[in-house]
């Protein structure tokens, strides 16, 4: 059994995301002539109160949006931190990199860096002890995996289009298997691409993979997968439900919801759950509204 296998170095690259932005990669090389890669994901909209991702804000290079003093912090700052430790001392070697930011939102040495770093040794560790990541962080008896949410419209900051909303997922939780959960999740997919396409949309996708048609309102989108899940072979609410990730600080401004106050945007979102089978809303309110939440949550639980 492998008890120790220490830090030797800490690479980091820039590199590209799925949408042509730079991100953070990050490598961990240790004593036993193993690595960890990982790449940090970045989000097109982030809440109010996430922690923060540091970029170079060099308009010459990508609109400001480089990571090159993120690389920086990684290799020099959080390499002198991390070089020598054990990469199976996960928990200490994360509250390490916390306290050398020293702030709420990691805003002194960056999301980024910290996170990049924190995955790269996770997969460092389970690569040292040739096991798979999930097999690692889960135990031994790890098999399975969380219902797939699967974006198939976009709206929002993830589309060029006047949906409000950014996600509006399906939930195939009636399936038997993480496998199965795919298949049926594609074929709703595939058959919702049908539909548009005879109505007359355009079927380019988001940023997020998803369909950006130009409709009139999310009951329109909702509508849409209603029909692509019947159509598909399954049963809306029973084998497949439906999500929303609203991304409400994205248009709240002033204390309104476009032009709805708090009360009518919880209104809005309770009359879209008795009238469609959704289970799951994200960020249904801005972050900032807190009556808000409360009313939301009051309204709908939790």
């Known amino acids: 059994m492998t008890t120790s296998s ?23 090389r240790t004593d036993r002539n193993v690595s ?19 970029r170079d804000q060099d ?17 020099k700052t959080l390499g002198k931190l991390l070089i020598g430790h054990n990469v199976f001392e996960q928990e200490a070697l994360d509250r390490k990199m ?18 990049g770093a924190s995955l790269a040794i996770a997969r ?16 031994p008896h790890a098999h399975l995996l969380p219902c797939p949410m699967m974006n198939v ?10 949906l409000e909303f950014q996600e509006f997922m399906i939930r195939p939780l009636g399936a038997p298997s993480f496998k199965e959960a795919v298949r049926w999740g594609v074929e709703v997919f595939h058959t919702l691409k049908q539909i548009l396409k005879k109505q007359g949309h355009v079927v380019a996708v988001g940023d997020e993979g998803g369909f950006a048609p130009h409709l009139h309102s999310s ?9 692509a899940i019947e159509k598909a072979g399954y049963q809306p609410g029973k084998e497949i ?12 401004k002033e204390g309104k919801y476009s032009t709805r106050s708090s009360a009518e945007q919880v209104k809005m979102l309770a009359t879209l759950c008795d009238q469609y089978p959704i289970d799951s809303i994200e960020d249904g309110m801005a972050e900032e509204d807190w009556e808000g939440w409360q009313l939301l949550t009051k309204t709908l639980g939790s």
């Open 6 to 28: 220490k830090i030797v170095s800490v690479e980091a690259l820039e590199i590209l995301d799925s949408r042509g932005n730079p991100t953070v990669q990050v490598t961990i």
């Open 36 to 54: 960890g890669t990982a790449a940090v994901p970045s989000g097109a909209s982030t809440g109010e109160h996430e922690a923060l991702e540091i």
């Open 59 to 75: 308009p010459k290079r990508y609109f400001g949006k480089g990571v090159l003093k993120v690389i920086h912090t990684i290799e």
């Open 98 to 115: 916390i306290e050398a930011d020293g702030t709420p939102n990691k805003s002194n040495l960056g999301a980024n860096a910290l996170l």
């Open 124 to 139: 460092a560790a389970s690569a040292s002890c040739n096991l798979p990541l999930y097999q690692y962080l889960g135990g």
């Open 153 to 162: 419209i976009n709206g929002g900051m993830h589309a060029d289009n006047n």
């Open 219 to 227: 009951e329109e989108a909702l509508t849409l997968l209603m029909e």
């Open 241 to 252: 439900s439906l999500a929303l990730d609203c991304a409400a600080s994205s248009f709240y």
